[in-house]
């Protein structure tokens, strides 16, 4: 979204875009757990010859978090936080900061557990399940890994029910600030009875 003010002499342009807030440089061992808002609105100053045909996705708007620390703090937006075309000049950010608050995570190794599809009697039908990596490594909040014994795959449901069946399968997280430290596929090898 855009708004424009005329300021004296024709040829000078103020403009207003709201564009949205990248985070970034999260520091190794930290997550954020609160959720500011990702968008700003920013007010830019220039030439109507280059204001005039500027779009939304030419600017853009980040904050680096790699010098923060664990708690809660405030992080200032500036003009350096903004990156715009040459021959424009940031006027103003609103909000002019954000709150981030930062928690220490830990990582863990947590068994990956298949989800199989199908009805019963297919799998009633399936001999072994094997996983390759059989574990994953986990990177959480501490009080979050009280609810992660395992992670999930994907639900598989296999489309034969003979043989051997080997699927690549994406690992699920529902805890909020968990990630897998890696790549999330595993490789499920699925095995029928004769």
Known sequence: ??????VAGESK????????LEIRDVPKGLTMTNKPGRQVE???SGPSSLLSGLRPSEISAAVDLSAAHAGRQSVTLDDRSVKVPTGIKVQR?????IEVVLDRTERRVVPVV??????YALRKRIARVEVDPPTLEVEAL???FSRIPSVPTEEITPNVEVGTLAVTARVELREPHAK????PN???KIQFRN
């Open 186 to 188: 595993v490789r499920v």
């Open 42 to 44: 920013v007010r830019l």
């Open 13 to 20: 342009v103020l403009v207003s875009f709201t564009i949205p």
């Open 142 to 144: 501490p009080e979050e």
């Open 93 to 97: 950010i609103f909000p002019s900061s």
């Open 180 to 183: 897998i430290v890696g790549s």
């Open 1 to 6: 979204m855009a708004a424009w003010w005329f």
């Open 114 to 119: 298949p989800r199989i599809g199908g009805g």
